[in-house]
């Protein structure tokens, strides 16, 4: 199972997590390094139904709302993270599969990168989350950036 964290304001993805099991010790995981690296969020922490968020969410971040989206007619919405599942499993279905945990892992943070810092998004403006997150850098380095992704 793949657990991805993302930023819903700047679409940065925050870390990720590669677990055999779909449970609430993966998203324990997930959550300690995201509070590891960048703190607590501002606001609340958005989550889908599945139940395996609930306890780590409320051990991390106590003090914060929990908000689980349960419908399309919810006034919050976790699209921003479904539109990026979706993208990453368009780039991902054609490798089918992957050979080893440590190749998924290089591969898997490859494409973050590559969505974080040179993929321009349309719903932000034609910039790159990094950027809206207040990277700076030139057309030309983000173009850069994918000699090296």
Known sequence: MLWFALDFETRVILDFHISEFIDSTAAHTLL???KEQFGKPREAVIMDRYYAYKEPAHRFFPDLDF???????DLISNN???AFNGQFKA???PKRGFKSFESANIL???FVCFYNF???HSSLNNLTPAQVAGAKYSEKTRQNFLLIT
């Not at 908000?67 to 007619?73: L, R, T």
């Open 32 to 34: 300690h390094s995201c």
């Open 67 to 73: 908000i689980q989206v349960e419908s399309f007619e």
């Open 80 to 82: 921003p993270i479904e």
């Open 91 to 93: 780039w991902y279905k």
């Open 108 to 110: 898997i943070a490859l």
């Open 118 to 120: 040179v993929k321009p």
